[in-house]
């Protein structure tokens, strides 16, 4: 996460950007269909963090392109990722936590970049919600990847903590979160006192970061069977997927 996201265009696309004639008076004009597309199936890996407010608009985004391109069917899984390690689990309030990990003054200037993006997306930020420990959300984002739910998860738990602003490490929000996807409540509940999945999840962590993925979103495009990858970070604007589906369907 960056405090002020901007959008660019990932080095990856960017000859495919100008091979379709889109740089002009350097500036990008992009197409918003992907009608050259063939059928395909894309997986995606998306490497994110549930208190990262860039990640649940950089979700929006995906969606918003994936509407654009109704011939694009695309396998979504989401991987765990820690913005800073060591947050306490009781929370601390985020302008407090803005303020003292960055050393920022004008804390609402950020707030306002970030609400206007938001709204453009459909999503209403909560300015009073907690910043803390993350674990147990991606335990319980992993739960559900096991029990085929794990997109429904993502965004109850992103929905809960961003526009309710609930505690992010809140066991009882976790559960309601899993319960109002159809979850037994006391099964979640259980599952939460454990440390079930707790070693998969830091592995999955410590995998991202030993490949050098150092902020989120960060978004992975495929093919199965094929080793090249299309990837870039950020919640870059819905042209952005729509050019990465067309490039790792040429691949």
Known sequence: ?????????PSVLFNSFKKTNLHKSN??????????????VIDCTVISDSICPWCYV?????????QDAPNVKVNITYKPFFLRDGLPKEGVPINEYLSKAYGMRDISRVNDHLNNVGREVGIEFNDKRLIANTLDSHRL??????????????????KRYFVGGTC???EKMLADCAESIGFDR?????????????DKVL??????????????????????????KVSFSGAQPKEVFLKAFEAVDKQ
């Open 1 to 9: 996460m960056r405090l002020s996201q901007r959008y660019f265009i």
């Open 27 to 40: 500036k990008l004009f992009f197409s918003t269909t992907s009608t050259t597309m063939s059928e395909k």
């Open 58 to 66: 950089g979700k929006k985004k995906l969606e918003q392109a994936l």
């Open 141 to 158: 984002i992993e739960y559900a990847r096991q029990k085929g739910k794990q997109l429904e998860m993502v965004e109850a738990i992103f």
């Open 168 to 170: 992010i490490s809140d």
């Open 186 to 198: 006391q099964e979640v509940l259980k599952y939460l006192e454990s440390d079930e999945n707790k």
């Open 203 to 228: 592995n999955d962590i410590r995998d991202s970061k030993n490949k050098r993925v150092s902020g989120v979103p960060y978004f992975i495009f495929s093919t199965p069977g094929n080793p090249k």
